[in-house]
T-cell receptor, first 109, second 116 residues
Framework: LAKTTQPISMDSYEGQEVNITCSHNNIATNDYITWYQQFPSQGPRFIIQ?????VTNEVASLFIPADRKSSTLSLPRVSLSDTAVYYCLVGDSNYQLIWGAGTKLIIKP | NAGVMQNPRHLVRRRGQEARLRCSPMKGHSHVYWYRQLPEEGLKFMVYLQKENIIDESGMPKERFSAEFPKEGPSILRIQQVVRGDSAAYFC??????????????FGQGTRLTVV
């Protein structure tokens, strides 16, 4: 099962673009890359998922290079409410995803 | 369409008592997953169930813990003879037709179990 490495914490300011990079050197051919967001005392919430190249939705973009050994979650124009823990996961089935400690993102005014 | 519903949100039990955590998946979802989370840590997979079947319980402790997802009613995670180390947040998630990624998993708000 692939494991991921991501920064423990990051700070940014309101209105900035935030990029969180995740390393997954052992990603398997069938694995997808999925990002979740978790606020304190709440369950994780799906943000975005991709397999290769670029995926964009109304919340974020996900950039995946050709070798798929890393991925970058991009949050445009963050606000204070984006302060949360962000988890990068790789796998081909929901229950086999291995959850690390995530990246604690703090947005400052 | 209501989301994944977990109850209770908070549960306090004395050592040696039983804890029952309930999870109602989203309507139409037949796959349920239970996770445990300690403070400042990621989620740890416990068990994956479909209606009336345990598909994978490799993350469940061998003793005191059990889970079910009956044909009717919510999924239940049961912890017998609780100990202080069982204190954690327990999350349930559900997905519709498959456990494969691409079918997004939706999480409940969790049950925070405190053993005193």
């Amino acid at each position: 099962l692939a494991k991921t490495t991501q920064p423990i914490s990051m700070d940014s300011y309101e209105g900035q673009e935030v990029n969180i990079t995740c390393s997954h050197n052992n990603i398997a051919t069938n694995d997808y890359i999925t990002w979740y967001q978790q606020f304190p005392s709440q369950g994780p919430r799906f943000i975005i998922q991709g397999y290769k190249t670029k995926v964009t939705n109304e919340v974020a973009s996900l950039f995946i290079p050709a070798d798929r050994k890393s991925s970058t979650l991009s949050l445009p124009r963050v606000s204070l409410s984006d302060t949360a823990v962000y988890y990068c996961l790789v796998g081909d089935s929901n229950y086999q995803l291995i959850w690390g400690a995530g990246t604690k993102l703090i947005i400052k005014p | 369409n209501a989301g994944v519903m977990q109850n209770p949100r908070h549960l306090v039990r004395r050592r040696g008592q039983e804890a029952r955590l309930r999870c109602s998946p989203m309507k139409g979802h037949s796959h349920v997953y239970w996770y445990r989370q300690l403070p400042e840590e990621g989620l740890k997979f416990m068990v994956y169930l479909q209606k009336e079947n345990i598909i994978d319980e490799s993350g469940m402790p061998k003793e005191r813990f059990s889970a079910e997802f009956p044909k009717e009613g919510p999924s239940i995670l049961r912890i017998q003879q609780v100990v202080r180390g069982d204190s954690a947040a327990y999350f349930c998630a559900s997905s519709p037709l498959s456990d494969r990624v691409g079918t997004e998993a939706f999480f409940g708000q969790g049950t925070r179990l405190t053993v005193v």
